[in-house]
C-alpha cells in the first residue's frame, strides 16, 4: 500500500518508537517566542544542561509586544519584562533572535515562510497551535506545549504519538469575493470545533491546488480550529516558487537537490486515509462566524440556526447571549464597531494588497475603528513601499507595526466589552480579543467591506 | 487511587482562553496561575467574585474537574493545565478532549480521563443530587468509579504515559538518555 505524504515525511523524522506507539520524532525546525518558552528555559536551567542544537531553534516577539511606537521601551512592567526575558534566554543559549528591532521580526508564523525558513519535508514544531500555518509548504507543522518546547531546546526531539489522517479535499472553482478564508472557515462549521481532533489533515482538490502560497497558509493556519493536530497541503510548483531564492532557502546546486526530493512529497494513489470528506467549491460564499467558537459560522446570506437545530442548547444559549444575538436571526445589516485585520491567518503582503485595492477611494463608516496589523516588518516595509499605507490611510485605516496584536489580546490592543469587532483572525472565543469582546470571523475583504459599511454586509455587492 | 468528590461544569467546547485568558499569561514562571482559572467567569466586571460560579460556590469541591466535551480546545497553552493543577485538581474528566491539552496535562501530573457521554452524565447527574458524591479513580487499573451509582468506567492512557505518571519519569531525562541515538539519526539526516 502507498504512503500519504504524511506518513512519508513523519517516518523519515522517527529516531525511535517506544512501546505502545509512541514515536521519537526529530525536528528539522523550532520557532519560540515570548509566552511560551520562559519556563522551558528555566528547565533546562534547572538540569544545568545546553540547547542541544541551538542554530535549530529561531526567536521571534510577537505575542506581547506593542503595535505603535515599538523603538520606545514597552510600557507595560509584564510584558517587557516576557520580552526582555526572550532576549537573555536567546543570548545565554545562543539562539537566534528575530527581536523587536529586528527587520525579520514578526508574528512566528509569518516571518518562518517569508524567510525561507519553512520547507516542504520537514518537520516544525513552536509552542503556539497555529504553527499548522506551515504545513502549507508540504511540511508536518504542529503546535506543542512548553514542557514540550523543553524537550525540543534539550534534545531536537519530541515525543509524539502519530496521529490519525484526515483528507478534506476541495473540488472546481471558487465564486468571486471567496477567499481562502472562506473555504476553511466553511470546512470548519461543517465538521464542528471538534471533527479533527486526533487527525492530522492534507487539504487537496482543485481548488486548493489553485490557491497561492498565502492563501493556502490560511487554510491551514486553522486546522487547529477544528481540533486537527495541523494541516497540510503537497508541494507543487507554486511551492517551489515561493521557496526559491528567500534568505534561507537553498542556493544553487543545493536547491536542485532539494528540488528532487521536495518533488517525491505527494501521497500514492493508494494510499489509505482513516476519515475523507469532499465538498464543492462552488457551494461556497463568503463566511462569516456568529458564536464563540470558529465551527459556529455561516454564509454571509444565511441565518444564524434556530433553537430547534441545534443539539446542545444549553452551549448555544450561553454563546448567543454572549454575542448578543438571537437564535434564526440574520447577519446581514448588523451594526459593528471594530474591524481587526491581522493575525498569523490573515496579515500577509497578499491580505494588505487586496484590502488596499478595494478600499481605494472608500472611506471607513464613522462609528468603526479600524486596526491593521501587518504581519511582520517585512511586509509592513513592503505594504509601505508599495503607498498601501496611503491608501488605508486616506480610508480612514491605520497601519501599524507587527505582532499579534487583538488576535489575542495580550498588549493594549483590545476590543471594548460587548462591541462587536469583524476580524480576520482565527478565533472567536469569549474574551479572546478582550474581556466581552464579540468577535466576528471573516475574509479580509469581508471585513474591509464591513469597515466601509459599518454592518455586516456582503463583499460581493461592492465588487465591480 | 485518588477518591474525591468533584467539581461540574457541564459546558462544552470550554477553550483555553475561557481556562486561562490571555492577559495572564505574562509571567514567566508555572506558579501562580490558579487563582486565575476561569478568570473571566469567576469574577464579573474585573474583580467582583460572580456567586454563580461553580468555582465560587463553597457547595462544590474536590480534586476532580468534570467538564463537557471537548475540553481545552484552542490554544497549545501549557498554563491551562498550570493552572487548573495549580488550582488543585489532580484529574479532569470530560467525553472528549483537546489533543494538544491532553498532552500538556498529562506532562504536567494532571491526569484527563476520557469516559463515554453517557458515563459523564452519569457524573453530573450524581453531582447535582449531591453534591458530596465521590468519585474513585485508579490509574494503575485505568478505571473511574462513580461511588453513587458503583458504574465503573476503564479509561485508555498512552502506556508510556502511564508509565511516567506511576513512576515520576520524565521525558527529558529519557530523551537526554537517546542523545547519542539522536546524534546518529542526525548524521543520516539531511534538512534542507
Ligand atoms: S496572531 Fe494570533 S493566532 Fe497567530 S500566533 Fe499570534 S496570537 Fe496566535
Not at chain 2, 468533584?6 to 467546547?13: G, R, S
Request: aromatic share 10%.
Amino acid at each position: 500500500m502507498g504512503k500519504t505524504l504524511f506518513d512519508k515525511i513523519w517516518d523519515a523524522h522517527v529516531v525511535h518508537t517506544l512501546e505502545g506507539g509512541t514515536d521519537v520524532l526529530y525536528i528539522d525546525k523550532h520557532f519560540i517566542h515570548e509566552v511560551t518558552s520562559p519556563q522551558a528555559f528555566d528547565g533546562l536551567r534547572k538540569r544545568h544542561i545546553q540547547v542541544f542544537r541551538p542554530n535549530q531553534t529561531v526567536a521571534t516577539a510577537d505575542h506581547n509586544v506593542p503595535t505603535i511606537n515599538q523603538h520606545l521601551p514597552i510600557n507595560d512592567p509584564l510584558s517587557r519584562h516576557q520580552v526582555e526575558t526572550l532576549t537573555r534566554n536567546c543570548e545565554a543559549f545562543g539562539v537566534p533572535l528575530y527581536g523587536l528591532g529586528h527587520p525579520y521580526q514578526g508574528i512566528v508564523h509569518v516571518i518562518g515562510p517569508e524567510l525561507g525558513i519553512t520547507k516542504p519535508g520537514m518537520t516544525i514544531v513552536c509552542g503556539d497551535s497555529h504553527t499548522s500555518t506551515h504545513g502549507a509548504f508540504g511540511a508536518i507543522a504542529f503546535g506543542i506545549g512548553t514542557s514540550q518546547v523543553e524537550q525540543v531546546l534539550s534534545s531536537q526531539c519530541v515525543l509524539q504519538a502519530k496521529p490519525m489522517k484526515m483528507r478534506i479535499s476541495v473540488e472546481g472553482q471558487l465564486k468571486e469575493g471567496v477567499l481562502s478564508k472562506d473555504i476553511i472557515l466553511y470546512i470548519i462549521s461543517k465538521l464542528t470545533a471538534s471533527g479533527g481532533t486526533g487527525y492530522f489533515v492534507e487539504y487537496a482538490g482543485s481548488a486548493i491546488r489553485s490557491l497561492s502560497m498565502e492563501a493556502r497558509m490560511t487554510i491551514c493556519n486553522m486546522s487547529i480550529e477544528m481540533g486537527a493536530r495541523g494541516g497540510m497541503i503537497a508541494p507543487d510548483e507554486t511551492t517551489f516558487a515561493y521557496v526559491k531564492g528567500r534568505e534561507f532557502a537553498p542556493q544553487g546546486p543545493a536547491y536542485e537537490e532539494a528540488l528532487a526530493y521536495w518533488q517525491t512529497l505527494y501521497t500514492d494513489e493508494d494510499a489509505h486515509f482513516d476519515a475523507e470528506y469532499v465538498f464543492d467549491a462552488a457551494d461556497i460564499e463568503p463566511m462569516i462566524t456568529y458564536g464563540t467558537n470558529p465551527g459556529m459560522g455561516i454564509g454571509i446570506t444565511g441565518h444564524i440556526p434556530g433553537m430547534d437545530e441545534v443539539e446542545n442548547k444549553v452551549n448555544y444559549e450561553k454563546s448567543l447571549h454572549y454575542m448578543g444575538l438571537d437564535p434564526g436571526q440574520e447577519l446581514l445589516g448588523k451594526r459593528i464597531e471594530h474591524v481587526f485585520i491581522g493575525s498569523c491567518t490573515n496579515s500577509r503582503i497578499e491580505d494588505l494588497r487586496l484590502v488596499a485595492e478595494f478600499l481605494q477611494g472608500k472611506t471607513k463608516s464613522d462609528h468603526v475603528q479600524a486596526m491593521i496589523i501587518p504581519g511582520s516588518k517585512q511586509v509592513e516595509l513592503q505594504a509601505r513601499r508599495e503607498g498601501l499605507d496611503k491608501i488605508f490611510e486616506a480610508a480612514g485605516f491605520f497601519l501599524r507595526e507587527p505582532g499579534c496584536s487583538a488576535c489575542l489580546g495580550m498588549n493594549e490592543d483590545k476590543i471594548p466589552a460587548g462591541e462587536y469587532c469583524v476580524s480576520t483572525s482565527n478565533r472567536n472565543f469569549e474574551g479572546r480579543q478582550g474581556p466581552g469582546a464579540r468577535t466576528m470571523l471573516a475574509s479580509p475583504l469581508t471585513a474591509a467591506a464591513c469597515a466601509i459599511a459599518g454592518k455586516i454586509v456582503d463583499v460581493r455587492e461592492y465588487l465591480n | 487511587m485518588l477518591q474525591s468528590t468533584a467539581v461540574p461544569i457541564p459546558i462544552e467546547d470550554i477553550d483555553t482562553d475561557q481556562i486561562i485568558p490571555a492577559r495572564f499569561l505574562k509571567a514567566t514562571s508555572r506558579e501562580g496561575f490558579g487563582e486565575n482559572l476561569f478568570r473571566d467567569w469567576r469574577y464579573s466586571k474585573g474583580d467582583v467574585p460572580n456567586p454563580d460560579f461553580i468555582l465560587n460556590n463553597p457547595t462544590y469541591q474536590g480534586q476532580i474537574l468534570v467538564a463537557g466535551k471537548n475540553f481545552g480546545c484552542g490554544s497549545s497553552r501549557e498554563h491551562a493545565a498550570w493552572s487548573i493543577y495549580d488550582a488543585g485538581f489532580k484529574v479532569v474528566v470530560s467525553s472528549f478532549f483537546a489533543d494538544i491539552f491532553k498532552g500538556n496535562a498529562l506532562n504536567n501530573g494532571l491526569l484527563p480521563v476520557t469516559v463515554s457521554p453517557a458515563f459523564l452524565d452519569g457524573m453530573f447527574k450524581s453531582i447535582e443530587q449531591n453534591p458530596n458524591a465521590t468519585f474513585t479513580v485508579s490509574l494503575e487499573d485505568q478505571t473511574i468509579r462513580n461511588d453513587s451509582t458503583g458504574a465503573t468506567f476503564s479509561f485508555d492512557i498512552n502506556a508510556y504515559k502511564k508509565m511516567c505518571l506511576l513512576n515520576g519519569y520524565d521525558d527529558i531525562d529519557f530523551l537526554l538518555s537517546l542523545k547519542d541515538k539522536i546524534a546518529a539519526f542526525e548524521k543520516q539526516q539531511v534538512i534542507y
